[in-house]
């Protein structure tokens, strides 16, 4: 029998912040958002909050990220977070395919996101950028201290070409 199941994406509803915050709270290294932040999140001109939702499971997944200064035209992705389960690659891949769809509407060039270098979840995250935007995330600088040890800042350029002057790879096609 084929898989009738689908994923749906669509923006973050008050409605979804207790999802979000329990699935924040099962994410290493994530801050669990305030209920008052989710909701800042619906009000701040140009801000992406979305969340993926199972047909029969409801939701498994939801995405949030801010426009930043500098340099012009980029977002910052401050939480991805997916539950686990075989819908889980499906649910990133969903949710990052609708950023792109909105990047693109917004003509953002540059993504940056923090996480651990080397860990499994920048594997994802490296995997993602691949499939999704065709690109890589180059190094940026490691965050301070005070605001994590160990996390690493990431820029993925979505101009197609790389910080160190080389090109992509691979085109969206």
């Given amino acids: 029998m084929p898989d009738t199941s689908h994923i749906h994406v669509r923006p973050l509803e008050i409605a979804d912040f207790d999802f979000v915050r329990e699935?924040?709270?099962r994410q290493r290294n994530f801050t669990v958002p305030p209920l008052y932040v989710l909701w800042l999140m619906l009000k701040i001109k140009g801000a992406i909050s979305l969340v993926a939702e199972h047909n029969r499971e409801g939701l498994v997944g939801y995405l949030?990220?801010?426009?930043v200064e500098g340099?012009?035209?980029s977002l910052f992705v401050w939480q991805l977070a997916v539950s686990k389960g075989s819908r889980r690659t499906k649910a990133a891949i969903a949710l990052l395919m609708e950023?792109?769809?909105i990047i693109e509407e917004r003509s953002i060039?540059?993504?940056f996101f923090s996480t651990v270098?080397?860990?499994a979840v920048f594997r994802a995250l490296r995997s993602y950028a691949r499939k999704v935007f065709s690109s890589v995330p180059d190094v940026l600088n490691s965050l301070p201290p005070a605001v994590s040890?160990?996390?690493t800042e990431f820029l993925l350029n979505l101009t197609g070409i790389h910080r160190d002057g080389t090109p992509?790879?691979?085109s969206r096609g």
């Fill in 23 to 25: 699935l924040a709270s």
């Fill in 64 to 67: 949030i990220a801010v426009p």
């Fill in 71 to 73: 340099p012009a035209n």
């Fill in 99 to 101: 950023l792109r769809e």
């Fill in 109 to 111: 060039r540059n993504i």
């Fill in 117 to 119: 270098p080397s860990s």
């Fill in 149 to 151: 040890a160990k996390e």
């Fill in 168 to 170: 992509h790879t691979s």
